[in-house]
């Protein structure tokens, strides 16, 4: 089946610190991807999508490539801010397999001013 | 406008209680979702509706029930729920339900104790 998989954190960084979060998956078609972040107390906000392979989602200072061969989505940001601290998720979604959200387990992640 | 509204934001409920939980969307989504998170876990499916039909129910106990009454609304009635139900209740909608490219806008979630 599919199936998603993200380091575990937590991840403690200092402000102004480069973020990296790996997610691979595994998938019985061909995915979309995501990445969906949860502040504390609050929902899930989409923070970034890729539909289709080599095509990078960015928003908010944060990226991610969709790289087929390596079957990843890894998420990358440049210059973090307290703010930041949050739970993010990595998610596929395949048509075949129903259009259900697979979501990885998540990743903490504590930005220290 | 992406919102996805919820209510009540919180709600402590006794075994014994019937009480619900309502979702609201005004971007003319034809899909809505509920799921179920507990703490440190990620969010788990419960039902998603269609075209205001029920398209998808992961086995969810019948304590829970869910209620599609127009394309803006969804309702989720709760009775006889026990401790371990106690957790993060989130809403979501989608344009569509059949396109695998669709984005998914969750709402802030009811958290539910039930005591």
């Known amino acids: 089946g599919d199936s998603v998989t993200q380091m575990e954190g937590p991840v403690t960084l200092s402000e102004e610190a480069f973020l990296t979060i790996n997610c691979t998956y595994t998938?019985?078609?061909?995915?979309?991807l995501f990445w969906y972040v949860q502040y504390p107390g609050e929902g899930l906000q989409l923070l970034l999508k890729a539909t289709k392979a080599d095509d990078k989602g960015s928003n908010k200072g944060f990226e991610a490539t969709y790289r087929k061969e390596t079957t990843s989505f890894h998420l990358e940001k440049g210059s973090v801010q307290v703010s930041d601290s949050a739970v993010y998720f990595c998610a596929l979604k395949v048509k075949a397999a129903g259009n259900k959200l697979t979501f990885g387990g998540g990743t903490r992640v504590l930005v220290k001013p | 406008d992406t919102e996805v509204t919820q209510t009540p934001k919180h709600l402590v409920m006794g075994m014994t209680n019937k009480k619900s939980l309502k979702c609201e969307q005004h971007?003319?989504?034809?899909?809505m979702y509920w799921y179920k998170q507990k703490a440190k876990k990620p969010p788990e499916l419960m039902f998603v509706?269609?075209?205001?039909?029920?398209?998808i129910n992961e086995s969810v106990p019948s304590r829970f029930s869910p209620e599609c009454p127009n394309s803006s609304l969804l309702n989720l009635h709760l009775h006889a729920l026990q401790p371990e139900d106690s957790a993060l209740y989130l809403c979501a909608s989608s344009q569509d339900w059949d396109r695998g490219n669709e984005t998914q806008y969750f709402g802030p979630g009811t958290r539910l104790l039930v005591l």
């Open positions: 971007m003319g989504h034809r899909a």
């Open positions: 509706y269609s075209y205001e039909k029920l398209s």
């Open positions: 998938a019985t078609g061909y995915p979309s």
